[in-house]
């Protein structure tokens, strides 16, 4: 699968993985699949500003509804386990965020 009407996270214990939706939306939603051993806690953000908090445990999947009326794009940002940030970019194919 490589295309969506969502982005679609998928967090592994040494990367992650994106899929994202071609339109660009101001209103979309988050898929986040945690793959990994850990359960995790991160946030989204855009212009700097926090717009919500998302806590997926080890196995599970979460759907977070985004709100974006800027224009910057938004950037999840794994809190624990810390992890690389990923820069929510529509329109991109699959795309592999490695660990840091």
Do not use: C, H, W
Not at 3 to 21: A, G, Y
Not at 24 to 52: C, H, P
Not at 75 to 82: D, Q
């Amino acid at each position: 699968m490589s295309k969506s009407e969502t982005f679609i996270i998928q967090i592994q214990d040494r990367s992650m993985n994106v899929i994202s939706p071609d339109q660009k939306k101001s209103l979309f939603s988050v898929i986040i699949k945690n793959e990994s051993l850990s359960d995790q806690v991160g946030k989204f953000l855009a212009e700097g500003k926090i717009i919500k908090y998302v806590s997926v445990k080890s196995g599970e999947t979460e759907t977070v509804e985004i709100e974006n009326k800027t224009k910057s794009s938004v950037t999840f940002i794994p809190v624990s386990p810390s992890f690389q940030d990923v820069q929510l970019i529509f329109g991109k194919k699959a795309y592999e965020i490695p660990t840091r």
